[in-house]
Nanobody, 123 residues
């Protein structure tokens, strides 16, 4: 059984930083892509960042490039999202995801979701 356990998040003022973690268990080798999505009420879930578990190659949503950094641990089972210079528009529920197709968000086919972690950025 696949489990994605998120931690981190919280509330911060604009310009601050937060770090999200996602520990995966039960993933097979075929679920090579992991990443983060976010969603606000009334809007579609959108991709934020992704990383290949095997190569470490990354991709980002344009609006977070230069502010967010996705990384993985050496065991390839935990990923992190370092979020710096946060702005109020980054406020959302952030979801960890795992699946296949790690070139970009068009190819990323999500097979598993975490429970979500709230991030709130105040101005």
């Amino acid at each position: 059984q696949v489990q994605l356990a998120e931690s981190g998040g919280g509330s911060v003022q604009a310009g601050g930083s937060l770090r999200l973690s996602c520990a995966a268990s039960g993933l097979t080798y075929s679920s090579n892509c992991m990443g983060w999505f976010r969603q606000v009420p009334g809007k579609e879930r959108e991709g934020v960042a992704g990383i290949s578990r095997s190569t470490g190659a990354t991709f980002y949503k344009d609006s977070v490039k230069g502010r967010f950094t996705i990384s993985r641990d050496s065991a390839e089972n935990t990923i992190y999202l370092q979020m710096d210079n946060l702005i109020p528009e980054d406020s959302a529920t952030y979801f960890c995801a795992a699946g296949t197709g790690c070139s970009n968000y068009v190819t990323f086919a999500v097979g598993h979701w975490g429970q979500g972690a709230q991030v709130t950025v105040s101005s």
